[in-house]
């Protein structure tokens, strides 16, 4: 199995402008979790879906970010416009899902974002 | 709200020297606490879940062990390959909404040959 996929690794952009981080998770997994690391707040969960559901969105910082999950294999968290503060590693996870307290989390490589 | 805190931030042993990792956690009914192990410029990796008080879990020169209000891992002489960052994560009923994880701001371990 290829884990969960993020794209891009990397990206630089400016501020003001429209930011798509996307993500495949591992196939037959139910549950696809959005987090954000930074040096001052460590890893911050911002949204999660069950089954293509959003489910929780309330660590999402404000209006600016929105997540989409149209299909079971693929995700895209935006943000527009993008600020400076932004800047961060975005990760994507997924696990079997259901609720199960034994279920397990399988993170991506991350995506490292940078707004000038 | 769930808390984790985790001691100390950074750890620097000599190979082989044993030491333990602290996960202290606030949590409104524990479903799970995780360790991951995260390596520079890559995503966290699972190392184990723990349920409940008493529980005890090894992996090679790891092991992990879990109190009602912490966790520990211990780390048995380390090599330098087990440099890296370590996280400590909770599943609770309130925090992250029913399935996310809290985590900590992790312990960033480094052993030196």
């Known amino acids: 199995d290829a884990g969960v996929i993020q794209s891009p690794r990397h990206e630089v952009t400016e501020m003001g402008q429209e930011v798509t981080l996307r993500c495949k998770p591992i196939s037959g997994h139910n549950s696809l979790f959005w987090y954000r690391q930074t040096m001052m707040r460590g890893l911050e969960l911002l949204i999660y879906f069950n089954n293509n559901v959003p489910i929780d969105d309330s660590g999402m910082p404000e209006d600016r970010f929105s997540a989409k999950m149209p299909n079971a294999s693929f995700s895209t968290l935006k943000i527009q416009p993008s600020e400076p503060r932004d800047s961060a590693v975005y990760f994507c996870?997924?696990?079997f899902g259901a609720g199960s307290d034994t279920d397990t989390q399988y993170f991506g490589p991350g995506t490292r974002l940078t707004v000038l | 709200e769930d808390q984790v805190t985790q001691s100390p931030e950074a750890l620097r042993l000599q190979e082989g020297e044993s030491s333990s990792l602290n996960c202290s956690y606030t949590v409104s009914g524990l479903r799970g606490l995780f360790w991951y192990r995260q390596d520079p410029g890559k995503g966290p990796e699972f190392l184990f879940t723990?349920?409940?008080a008493g529980e005890e879990k090894e992996k090679e020169r790891l092991k992990a062990t879990l109190t009602k209000k912490e966790s520990f891992l211990h780390i048995t002489a380390p090599k330098p390959e087990d440099s890296a960052t370590y996280l400590c994560a909770v599943r609770g009923y309130s925090g992250g909404g029913a399935d996310g994880l809290t985590f900590g701001k992790g312990t960033h371990l480094i052993i030196q040959p």
């Open positions: 723990l349920y409940s």
């Open positions: 996870a997924s696990s």
